[in-house]
């Protein structure tokens, strides 16, 4: 999800651990609603939010100081790239992909028209280059 459709989150429902809501691309003319399914993890920081906030959803900051919040963060994680919520999208993008996911899936999961948007948010990194091929390996070691 998009930082933008986590603060709309209150016109959404959630059935069966899948959240239906509309997304809010900033350039479309018309709200899509998207099926996303949700993980329980997932799922449990949703509910969480819901009852620690009595909220329907996430407390809605505002973008600049939620950015703020996260490079505070990383600066006492010792993190040195600059944190922002897109770094979010980043990283589920590259640990569906680490996980074995489909890039095909993670295009739709991102809600994406064009596959090389998707895959601009997957980094490849060498162990999983090395994964890959030690997979392969126990592929053809089956054969």
């Not at 973008?63 to 994680?77: C, E, H, K, M, P």
Request: charged share 25%; hydrophobic share 35%.
């Amino acid at each position: 999800m998009r930082l933008g459709d986590l603060k709309r989150i209150d016109g959404s429902k959630v059935e069966n651990q899948e959240l239906t809501f509309k997304a809010h691309k900033t350039y479309a003319k018309t709200l899509q609603e998207t099926l996303l399914p949700l993980t329980n993890k997932a799922l449990g920081y949703l509910r969480d939010a819901q009852e620690e906030e009595e909220l329907p959803g996430f407390r809605n900051y505002t973008d600049q100081y939620s950015n703020r919040v996260l490079t505070a963060i990383g600066q006492q994680l010792g993190i040195l790239s600059r944190l922002h919520w897109h770094v979010g999208r980043e990283t589920f993008a590259t640990e569906f992909i680490r996980r074995g996911g489909q890039a095909a899936v993670l295009q739709k999961l991102m809600d994406h028209a064009k596959i090389s948007t998707t895959m601009k948010y997957v980094h490849v990194d060498d162990d999983m280059k090395r994964q890959a091929i030690a997979h392969l390996n126990a592929l053809d070691a089956q054969q």
